[in-house]
């Protein structure tokens, strides 16, 4: 009764059997070169279960870490392999995700604008209003004929020219 470790570990919290899993799993998919696959069956005989259902946990904790880490980035494929991305192939993810993010926040100003809003305190108003604003802002810069005025002004600058892009949106022509 006076134990003081949790039955349930919190969800940020790991169990040491997650962590084995992905240190595995981290060592096989750092050896892709880019362009390179590793099955689902190869990676479950690793660990010794099946990767889609009982250690996917372990699998996304690899994935995200080799990200950050390496700088490695793996898109799954047909259910059945991941493939590690190469440069161009990082590069064609972005549109579509853009176009996810839009949606999203599209959606979410219409959520909020069922909101009551003169039946809120002045604080929830300010928070209302911080957020329509925000998504506001994500769904009118991820717009498709934004993007193309984006292109147009960034170029092959590193790091991006945040004030040349932000002075675009500014701008009143249309191009």
Sequence with gaps: MNDPTPHHPRPFESKPEIEIEVRVLKTRMSLLA??????????????????????????????????REKQMVFQCEEGIQIRRLTDIAILATSPKKREHIRRTSVKNVAVLSCVKFEELTDERKIKHNAEMAAMGVIALFSRHRDHRRLLEVTGTQNPLPVGMVLALFQSKEKP
């Excluded at 069956?41 to 080799?66: H, P």
């Design 34 to 67: 880019q362009d390179q696959t590793v099955s689902y069956v190869e990676l479950s005989e690793l660990l010794g279960r099946d990767l889609q259902s009982k250690s996917r946990t372990a699998f996304r904790r690899a994935r995200d870490q080799l990200q």
